[in-house]
């Protein structure tokens, strides 16, 4: 280690750095690699914390007071290609629909945690493996999970193994957290570009960028004709996308209960894939007892895979599948 810079290597794919720290000076590239500067002394009590995040490496720098900042150098291995597939179960034929299910947060990500200890990515793996074994005991549609064990997955990878697998449909699965203990219910949210209101507006943080529109590259193409592709994509996809969410509901109506205005919109980075139907299911609040308690009862867990799988069902049985 040398004093005065960090840094890490990214073969081949660039790098991308996220660093947690007082009086960072902001990460500079130079050639394959990419430096933080740092100015001034380590505050004690700096942890070190090393995670993969995708792609990439997130660190934060150990230091002991009045120690100078260090320079952390780290190959990742030689990558080629995106993040692995997850394993499509169903039927084995391949025309029938393909439903992707996503459970939010994982891994060193707990998502939001409620007073009794409960962490919001494990409610939402057991949510995901309901629906999953609902729509499996069907054995209408093909589904495939973004993960179905405690692992981090980035918000891209989620939406990106739907494109890839050429999903017809995607669910986003979460739960919620307030300050007031009295906040509970479900919210079925669907993609837009501004929010429905204060809360919907913090959690969506940042967008995507997609390079095709219903298989038509936008490269080599005027701006005016690549905005007319994407509207007429985005008005499409979000009429269809809003079609789904008011099933969920409807077919939810009668085992969970739902927030006063259940159907929303928000930019939620992970509902940005154009290219196929998609919506979040905040499916309670890990801040509310009571939802705590139906979300960790296996019977109302059932109950729950049961009825969004019928809502899926029913959407894609009606053509609104990608």
């Not at 993960?147 to 494109?163: C, H, N, P, V, Y």
């Not at 009429?239 to 919109?265: C, K, T, W, Y």
């Not at 930019?267 to 007892?289: I, Q, R, T, W």
């Not at 969004?308 to 959407?315: D, K, L, M, R, S």
Request: charged share 25%; with cysteine; net charge neutral.
């Amino acid at each position: 280690m040398e004093p005065a810079e960090r840094g890490h290597k990214r073969k081949d794919h660039g790098c991308q750095m996220d660093v947690s720290a007082r009086n960072d000076r902001g990460a500079r590239r130079s050639g394959d690699w990419v430096r933080l500067l740092w100015a001034g002394a380590i505050m004690a009590g700096f942890a070190l914390t090393l995670a993969v995040l995708g792609a990439w490496l997130r660190f934060e720098i150990a230091g002991r007071g009045g120690m100078p900042a260090y320079v952390v150098r780290i190959a990742l291995p030689d990558g080629r290609g995106a993040i692995g597939l997850p394993p499509v179960e169903g039927p084995a034929d391949a025309s029938r629909p393909l439903v992707v299910i996503d459970a939010g947060h994982g891994g060193h990500d707990p998502g939001a945690s409620g007073p009794g200890g409960e962490h919001e990515k494990t409610l939402t793996l057991a949510l995901a493996l309901a629906v999953r074994d609902a729509l499996l005991a069907d054995g209408h549609v093909r589904v495939a999970l973004t993960r179905s064990d405690d692992r981090f997955l980035a918000l891209s990878e989620r939406s990106g193994m739907a494109r890839r697998l050429h999903a017809d449909v995607f669910l986003s699965i979460h739960a919620d957290a307030a300050d007031a203990p009295d906040a509970a219910g479900a919210t079925v949210y669907t993609l837009s570009d501004t929010g429905s209101g204060a809360l919907a507006d913090a959690v969506a943080a940042r967008e995507n960028r997609v390079d095709t529109i219903n298989g038509v590259s936008l490269d080599g193409k005027d701006d005016a004709v690549s905005q007319f592709l994407v509207d007429l994509s985005q008005q499409r996809m979000r009429r269809n996308s809003q079609d789904f969410a008011a099933l969920i509901r409807r077919e939810g109506e009668g085992h969970m209960r739902f927030r006063d205005v259940p159907l929303q919109q928000a930019a939620f980075v992970v509902l940005k894939s154009l290219d196929l139907p998609s919506a979040l299911l905040e499916a309670g609040y890990v801040s509310n007892p009571a939802d705590v308690r139906a979300m960790t009862s296996r019977p109302w867990r059932d109950g729950f895979g049961r009825a969004v799988a019928h809502a899926i069902e029913i959407f894609l049985a009606g053509g609104g599948g990608a």
